[in-house]
């Protein structure tokens, strides 16, 4: 899957390491505050939330998944949507990490230098 979108539609089939990638590869770890520009700043702040946006509606799809996967017995369906699941989680978490760590530069930048 390499490149291509991962939706509602694909995310229960794709392979945990290509899902992992995918999302990770949202998330901008390496965002160097120190030498980001105005429109940089204005691109992230838009960015993040809507990519938030999207690994939550596949997080809540796979949360579904799970529950499904319980009823049905189908402990190697379960054990492989937990761990999307999880993955999503943990990809939301680092998501709203990286905004409050921009906000917070951003409020620093407003009220001068330290």
């Known amino acids: ?19 992992h990638r995918w999302a990770f590869g949202l998330v901008n770890v390496h965002v160097d505050y120190l030498s980001m520009n105005r429109d ?5 702040l838009g960015y993040y ?6 690994v939550a509606e596949l997080f809540t799809f796979m949360i579904n998944k799970v529950r499904v996967a319980m009823e049905l017995g ?3 369906q379960l054990d492989r949507f937990r761990d999307k699941r999880d993955l999503l989680e943990q990809v939301l978490k680092t998501l709203k990490l990286q905004y409050e760590g921009l906000s917070r530069k951003i409020t620093l930048l407003a009220e001068g230098p330290v």
Request: hydrophobic share 50%; net charge negative; aromatic share 12%.
């Open 40 to 44: 940089k700043f204005a691109f992230l």
């Open 74 to 76: 189908d402990k190697m």
């Open 1 to 19: 899957m390499t490149g291509d979108e991962i939706t509602i539609d694909n995310v229960s089939e794709v392979e945990f390491l290509d899902l």
């Open 49 to 54: 939330p809507a990519v938030y946006a999207t």
